[in-house]
T-cell receptor, first 111, second 113 residues
Framework: DAGVTQSPTHLIKTRGQQVTLRCSPK?????VSWYQQALGQGPQFIFQ???????QRGNFPDRFSGHQFPNYSSELNVNALLLGDSALYLC??????????FGPGTRLTVT | KQEVTQIPAALSVPEGENLVLNCSFT??????LQWFRQDPGKGLTSLLL?????REQTSGRLNASLDKSSGRSTLYIAASQPGDSATYLC????????????FGAGTTVTVRA
């Protein structure tokens, strides 16, 4: 049973560019959440997708947007990248049970 | 706004010693509490989940307790091993339409051989 998968593993972008990160949920899960983890800190909630709609959003600017596809996979898009967007981006999936399972993350470096 | 605090920030113990990690949260209206392990640069591995109606959960050498009224949880790791060296994160999920996990900053554990 495949767990949560994320791609790419690492990414280097320049300030002002745009980036797309991808996530496939654990089998049987229909809900995807995205978190940003800066070095030395706990993950911060970006948003959650359920039934292809953004169900809840954290305190992140509109530069952060997402999408969920009919197969429950999800994308996180970040526009106009800033140096401060450098972080580990984590995807988590869950079902009605609401226990969240995390993927390995995507390390984004903005130069 | 939910605030989650983990004390201590770092801990170093000799192999075989029992570990006690603390987590406190400010809003007792939670749905559940999860403990995670994170190795450097990696994702999160779920260790234990405690529903708000439960007092504790156990898995092998791990035991986690929850006192919702006082806003506290404790993770106990018995007979620590060097392989237990990692950062341990506590997270609480809100109730109702609040699905997000609110995390502490973690406790970094080093087990010396």
């Amino acid at each position: 049973d495949a767990g949560v998968t994320q791609s790419p593993t690492h990414l280097i972008k320049t300030r002002g560019q745009q980036v797309t990160l991808r996530c496939s949920p654990k089998s049987g899960h229909d809900t995807v959440s995205w978190y940003q983890q800066a070095l030395g800190q706990g993950p911060q909630f970006i948003f959650q997708y359920y039934e292809e709609e953004e169900r809840q959003r954290g305190n992140f600017p509109d530069r952060f947007s997402g999408h969920q596809f009919p197969n429950y996979s999800s994308e996180l898009n970040v526009n106009a990248l800033l140096l401060g967007d450098s972080a580990l981006y984590l995807c988590a999936s869950s079902s009605m049970v609401r226990e969240q399972y995390f993927g390995p993350g995507t390390r984004l470096t903005v130069t | 706004k939910q605030e989650v605090t983990q004390i201590p920030a770092a801990l170093s113990v000799p192999e075989g010693e029992n570990l006690v990690l603390n987590c406190s949260f400010t809003d007792s209206a939670i749905y559940n509490l999860q403990w995670f392990r994170q190795d450097p640069g990696k994702g999160l591995t779920s260790l234990l989940l405690i529903q708000s109606s439960q007092r504790e959960q156990t898995s092998g050498r791990l035991n986690a307790s929850l006192d919702k009224s006082s806003g506290r949880s404790t993770l106990y790791i018995a007979a620590s091993q060097p392989g237990d060296s990692a950062t341990y994160l506590c997270a609480v999920e809100g109730r109702g339409n609040d699905y997000k996990l609110s995390f502490g900053a973690g406790t970094t554990v080093t087990v010396r051989a």
